[in-house]
C-alpha cells in the first residue's frame, strides 16, 4: 500500500463517524498530513455544519504548517455555496500546496469544479487514490445523484422453513423470529439510514413505532404507504418520536410501478438511503421492479409450519455471519 493509499484509507475510517448525521450531504474524511505526521483529522457535521476539511483545518493549531502540508480526503472538496463556503475555497486561501482525493464528486453543483479551481490556484492534485474504496464508501450519495434514488436496503427475518410471519396472530404486535442481539443490530442499522419504510399491512399487524430503542442515535424518517388512508393516527408510526411521511394515492400514481414511483417520491424528498422492514407485499415489489441495492436476511430458530412466505430474490452473497443461533446474511444487487 503507498503513502496516498494509506492516508485515504484512514480518511475513511475517520468518515465512518459521520454515519446517520450528515444525510442528505455525503460522510466524507478528511486527514491533513505534515511531515509524514497525520496534524489533524475531521468529517463531515451533521447537516447544515461544516464540511470534513473545514473541521480538519480548524483543528491545526500553527496554520502556518498547512503551507507544507498534503491535505487528504474522500471526496472531491466541494466549489459552490450551500449551506457552508466552498471547501476548496478555503483550501486556496491557506495555501495548502498539495490534496489527494479519493473520488471526483458527481453532483452537477461540483462534477470536477472543486479540482479544477484548485488547480488554477497552482495547487497539486492527485486524483482517484482508493477510488473503488471511496465510491462505495459514498455508495448512498452516489446512488442518490447518478439513480435518482434512495440507496435502498431490504430487510427481513425469516424462519428455519422460510416464513417471515405467522398465518394468524393474537394481537397486533410483532412475532419475535430472532434473538435480541439480531434485534439491537437492526437498531443500530436503523440510526445509520436516512428513512426507514414499510406497508400499510405491517402498520396494522404489527404496530411498530420504527424508532431507534435499543441503540444510541437518531430516528429515521419513517416512511409509511398509506395507499387507500386507511391508518389513523392511533398507531405508534404517527407518534412524536420521529417524523413521518406517508405514501398515498395523493401522493404518487399507484397505477404506475409503484416502486419506482415511491424511489422518485423519496428522492425528491431529499433521502438518501432507506431501510424497507416489510411485509412481504412491500419487499417482493421492490425486488421485482429491481430496486434495490442490499438484502439483510436474518434466519432465526423458529419453525412456522405454515404463514407469510419470505420474498424471493436473487442477490451474491456478500457476507454470512452467526449472531448466537441465528444467521445473518448480507446480499448485494448483482
Avoid at 422460510?162 to 394468524?168: D, N, R, S
Avoid at 409450519?305 to 443461533?325: C, D, H, R, Y
Wanted: charge should be neutral; glycine fraction near 6%; charged fraction near 20%.
Amino acid at each position: 500500500m503507498t503513502t496516498h493509499e494509506t492516508y485515504i484509507k484512514r480518511c475513511i475510517s475517520v468518515a465512518e463517524n459521520g454515519l446517520g448525521n450528515t444525510a442528505p450531504n455525503p460522510m466524507v474524511g478528511c486527514v491533513i498530513v505534515h511531515n509524514n505526521t497525520i496534524i489533524a483529522e475531521g468529517f463531515t457535521s451533521p447537516f447544515g455544519g461544516s464540511h470534513a476539511e473545514v473541521n480538519a483545518i480548524n483543528l491545526v493549531n500553527d496554520k502556518a504548517l498547512l503551507k507544507t502540508a498534503t491535505l487528504y480526503v474522500t471526496l472531491e472538496p466541494c466549489s459552490h455555496f450551500g449551506k457552508t463556503p466552498p471547501c476548496s475555497d478555503l483550501i486556496i486561501k491557506h495555501q495548502i500546496p498539495n490534496v489527494v482525493i479519493g473520488c471526483i464528486d458527481d453532483n452537477p453543483k461540483v462534477a470536477g469544479k472543486g479540482i479544477s479551481k484548485l488547480k488554477a490556484s497552482g495547487c497539486n492534485v492527485t486524483v482517484g487514490v482508493l477510488e473503488d474504496e471511496c465510491k462505495a464508501h459514498h455508495k448512498r450519495f452516489f446512488t442518490f445523484h447518478n439513480k435518482k434514488r434512495p440507496y435502498i436496503i431490504l430487510k427481513w427475518a425469516e424462519t428455519q422453513d422460510g416464513f417471515i410471519a405467522p398465518a394468524t396472530k393474537e394481537n397486533n404486535k410483532p412475532v419475535w423470529i430472532t434473538n435480541t442481539f439480531s434485534r439491537q443490530l437492526v437498531h443500530k442499522w436503523r440510526a445509520e439510514e436516512q428513512a426507514i419504510l414499510v406497508g400499510t399491512n405491517t402498520v396494522i399487524e404489527d404496530n411498530p413505532s420504527l424508532t431507534v430503542r435499543d441503540w444510541t442515535g437518531n430516528n429515521p424518517i419513517r416512511v409509511v404507504i398509506d395507499k387507500d388512508e386507511k391508518l389513523n393516527k392511533t398507531y405508534s408510526v404517527f407518534n412524536l418520536e420521529a417524523e413521518t411521511l406517508k405514501i398515498t394515492s395523493k401522493t404518487i400514481n399507484f397505477n404506475k410501478p409503484v416502486a419506482q414511483e415511491i424511489c422518485s417520491y423519496l428522492h425528491n424528498n431529499n433521502i438518501n438511503s432507506v431501510i424497507i422492514e416489510g411485509g412481504a407485499q412491500t419487499l417482493q415489489t421492490f425486488i421485482n421492479e429491481n430496486l434495490w441495492d442490499e438484502a439483510r436476511v436474518f434466519s432465526g430458530n423458529a419453525i412456522f409450519k405454515t404463514g407469510i412466505k419470505a420474498p424471493l430474490f436473487n442477490g451474491q452473497l456478500v457476507s454470512e455471519q452467526s449472531i448466537l443461533k441465528d444467521t445473518l446474511k448480507i446480499y448485494a444487487n448483482n
